[in-house]
């Protein structure tokens, strides 16, 4: 088969090719069989490797070309070339000799191994080298490692030792060869980045700069190990682990952080490089030239290298966004890229390493076992988001907009950062609508990701004067309260028509024990998935323990009905695992319900507390009645108007709540429009008729 005739780019080629190099092209072309696709019987295929290697004759001369001639004249340059001593004596750079001399004496690369990586250098810097390679056509790794045996003069046993996955070159990824299908020569072996190559060539270059579009500096921590108090579990274990495996220069410790996206996983890990005081080196996800890194593979031949060349140092190497290794290794299965070999990297490395991603989803449990410690971070609690917003927008922040901002669980550390940076540049232009402007440049980032937009009110809800006075139970709430500031823990259940309180309760209790409260609702916790559900109901009290949040489930009764009734397997799957998850958690849980009788009985065996909210009373509704006027800012209440809470037996809390947020709107203005609004409420209620917590029979 005849290939067409090509023609290589113009480039700035040197004048005259080295010596080591034309010999290494001409051996090429007469030894490998080069000559074959390069000299065919009425062109070249590459005029500019002709004319480099004196052939320039042949090029506009009347076909046929005469190959014995041609041949000829190739085998006396190379026969000149071999007998001069010089050919192989004269270095091709001196600035590469150094480097490669001292990059053998940091990695400890054999004299094999270098000059593997010396020839691979050169071919990426004399392309007319690599030209000539390409007229051996695509080739396989057997043939591969024959001709560069025959180049190096070198065995082809040692030439497949050196380029083993076990041999040094591949373990601190700086050359590796694709075992795939056949490849012309420079698709069989990568190197690990183009600043590689160029470092190597440049002149005083060290073992950073080699890295660096791969492996950078870690940037500096802007917060501190105190900001992160959340995590008082965690932090007491890992910050003695890793200072003693400093200390001691233990191998293969490896701790994987995972959560979602902005929650400050990287930033946690460079406080702790901060708190160390150690050097620290992060595996880049984009190059120093703006480009990504393509592939996850390539991210962890980098971080192999950065193992090798900052060993001798005490140092923490974070590696952030490691899907992309995973992710790869599922997609393409390459054969270098085995389960074996990533379980031998973590059970080898000399540096600790602290691995980021936001899920764990692609990454094989078998894997997730060789961490030394693995923990979820999830978004901070609401006092520390508060904490966050005050800090970071020095206390620019009204009252109300700082605790209505912190209430949003979207609201995550990353986010207060950008929101700061804003804010704090421009802060003269507006300091008129401050608050106006963090809540505009916040929600624009919550809607964007796809989360509720947050609504900042101008005048407070009824949340701002909740007071356990104003619900009607059976039990002491004020009480309970105070008794769970010295236990800690509890199981409680509370039960009873929709707007009498529950969860106006759980929110109070959880300011009360300064406590952040973790909510999740039917949506949070149902999945179409087998077996999803159950996880999502162990994360849940996972999360809580591990954020020391009171955790509360919104009507229960949707999901964890009486098992007695069950039509379905995954419906006594779901009660069971939330036993198990009640039985075994040590803080503060609370389960709502307007369906009491639904609820599986083993379930409601398990709660310490089952606290009935019924209708207000007329006194506590007068009561309540007289305090939201009194916030509303409504001068003077008539008195006669008493009369009308005897009348209503059905108000709740939540009817209150109604009005409150009428006032808001403009539509209430006095006293009497809200007993108006309420006593529409009860009369609502009321022609239902409507059993408290029960569902009537028919």
């Not at 290939?3 to 007469?30: C, E, F, G, N, R």
């Not at 001292?102 to 593997?116: F, G, P, R, T, Y």
């Not at 045996?149 to 070159?169: M, R």
């Not at 916040?442 to 609504?455: D, S, V, Y």
Request: hydrophobic share 40%; proline share 4%.
């Amino acid at each position: 088969m005849t290939t067409k005739k090509t023609t290589t780019p113009a480039l700035d080629y040197p004048q005259q090719l080295s010596p080591i190099v034309h010999a290494w092209i001409l051996t090429t072309i007469l030894d490998l069989g080069g000559h074959r696709e390069f000299i065919h019987k009425d062109f070249f295929s590459d005029d500019q490797l002709a004319t480099a290697i004196g052939l320039d004759k042949w090029l506009n001369c009347k076909p046929p070309l005469n190959r014995a001639d041609i041949l000829k004249t190739l085998r006396d340059q190379q026969q000149k070339l071999l007998n001069d001593p010089a050919t192989f004596a004269t270095p091709y750079n001196l600035d590469l000799t150094h480097n490669l001399d001292n990059l053998k004496a940091l990695i400890h690369l054999s004299d094999v191994e270098c000059a593997l990586l010396e020839f691979t250098l050169i071919t990426y810097n004399e392309p007319l080298l690599n030209n000539a390679l390409d007229q051996l056509g695509a080739i396989s790794s057997d043939q591969l490692n024959r001709i560069l045996a025959f180049l190096l003069q070198k065995t082809p046993q040692e030439i497949q030792a050196a380029l083993s996955s076990n041999g040094a070159l591949a373990r601190t990824g700086l050359m590796r060869v694709h075992h795939g299908p056949s490849l012309f020569f420079r698709g069989k072996i990568d190197l690990l980045s183009r600043n590689f190559i160029e470092a190597m060539f440049s002149h005083e270059t060290t073992p950073y700069n080699i890295l660096k579009d791969v492996v950078s500096k870690s940037k500096p921590a802007a917060l501190s190990l105190d900001n992160f108090g959340y995590l008082n579990t965690e932090l007491n274990i890992l910050v003695p682990y890793l200072q003693h495996a400093l200390d001691h220069n233990q191998k293969g410790v490896n701790i994987l952080i995972y959560g979602e996206p902005g929650t400050g996983k990287t930033e946690l890990a460079r406080t702790l490089v901060e708190h160390f005081k150690v050097a620290a080196y992060e595996v880049v996800s984009e190059s120093i030239h703006g480009e990504g890194v393509e592939k996850g593979e390539q991210r962890l031949y980098a971080y192999l290298a950065a193992q090798n060349f900052f060993c001798n140092q005490k140092s923490l190497i974070i590696f952030d966004e490691i899907e992309d290794v995973f992710f790869d290794a599922g997609a393409d299965g390459l054969p270098n890229f085995s389960k074996a070999w990533f379980n031998h990297i973590l059970e080898t490395n000399q540096i600790p390493t602290i691995w980021i991603c936001n899920d764990t989803y692609d990454i094989d449990p078998a894997i997730i076992r060789r961490f030394d410690f693995t923990f979820h971070l999830a978004s901070p609690p609401k006092s520390e988001r508060k904490a966050m917003l005050e800090s970071a927008l020095k206390g620019k922040l009204s009252p109300n907009t700082l605790n209505t901002l912190a209430l949003s669980k979207a609201l995550v550390p990353a986010i207060i950062d950008r929101t700061a940076k804003v804010l704090n540049t421009i802060y003269d232009d507006v300091a008129e609508n401050f608050d106006e402007a963090a809540t505009t440049i916040i929600n624009g980032t919550l809607k964007a990701q796809g989360n509720p937009e947050i609504r900042v009110a101008k005048i407070g809800g009824l949340s701002d004067i909740y007071n356990p006075a104003f619900t009607n139970t059976d039990s002491n709430l004020a009480l309970l309260a105070e008794r769970l500031k010295v236990f800690n823990e509890a199981r409680i259940c509370l039960y009873g028509a929709s707007g009498t309180g529950k969860s106006a309760f759980a929110h109070y209790l959880a300011d009360y024990l300064n406590k952040p409260l973790l909510i999740k609702k039917v949506s949070d916790l149902m999945d179409k998935y087998v077996g999803e559900t159950e996880k999502q109901i162990a994360e849940a009290f996972y999360e809580a323990t591990t954020t020391g949040a009171i955790l509360l489930m919104d009507e229960v009764d949707s999901f964890l009905r009486d098992r007695r009734s069950a039509q379905q397997n995954y419906e006594i799957t779901m009660v069971n695992e939330m036993l198990t998850q009640m039985e075994e958690f040590s803080g503060i849980f609370i389960a709502t319900t307007n369906l009491m009788d639904h609820l599986d009985q083993a379930m409601l065996r398990r709660f310490d507390f089952k606290v009935k909210f019924d209708y207000l009373k007329a006194d506590q509704a007068w009561l309540l009645f007289n305090e939201q006027c009194r916030y509303l800012g409504f001068q003077s209440v008539d008195m006669n108007l008493e009369a009308e809470f005897k009348k209503m037996t059905r108000l709740t809390p939540g009817d209150f709540a109604i009005s409150a947020r009428q006032a808001k709107l403009g539509v209430i203005t006095t006293p009497e429009e809200i007993v108006t609004q309420l006593v529409k409420e009860n009369t609502l209620k009321e022609s239902k008729g409507t059993t408290i917590g029960f569902v009537q029979n028919k």
